[in-house]
């Protein structure tokens, strides 16, 4: 079975950056994007568009922006390690954000890594594929993340 990524991103540039630089790696696992907090906790929390909880597949590994509109991502970082589906499911915060205490906050909640997004398209490729080798294929997910 193919391992999803989740990508939590709001801004179209960088899902498109992320998703060519994905492709281009040869990395072919499934892109599933939310672009917001709250659509990311629906799908991680498997609350499906009636309330009710689905059996959704978790994601591999999820690629956390911290901008984000209605509920930003340290506050679903916090969530995810409170819920039982989700609290070992491996989360790498990629973000623009150069702020010291977003990295002590983003580490504080049990992010696994924290990468700040480069500015240029070739180091974004380089990071990108680095994070899909990494995550999808060398990392060894818990158990309980895989079901």
Known sequence: MTKI????????????????????????NRLVVARDGVEALDYLLG?????????????????????L???????????????????????????SSV????????????ANSYIRKPVEFDEFFEATRQLGLYWLVFNEIPPRAAS
Do not use: F, K, W
Request: no cysteine.
């Open 99 to 110: 702020e010291e205490r977003d990295v002590i906050e983003s580490y504080g909640l049990g």
């Open 5 to 28: 990524i989740l990508l939590v991103e709001d801004n179209p540039d960088d899902e498109e950056m992320t998703r060519v630089a994905l492709e281009q790696s040869n990395i072919a």
């Open 47 to 67: 609350i499906g568009p009636d309330g009710a909880e689905s059996s959704r597949e978790l994601p591999a590994v999820v690629l956390l922006d911290l901008n």
């Open 69 to 95: 509109p209605r509920i930003d991502g340290l506050e679903v970082l916090r969530r995810m390690r409170h819920h039982e589906r989700t609290r070992n499911l491996p989360v790498v915060v990629l973000t």
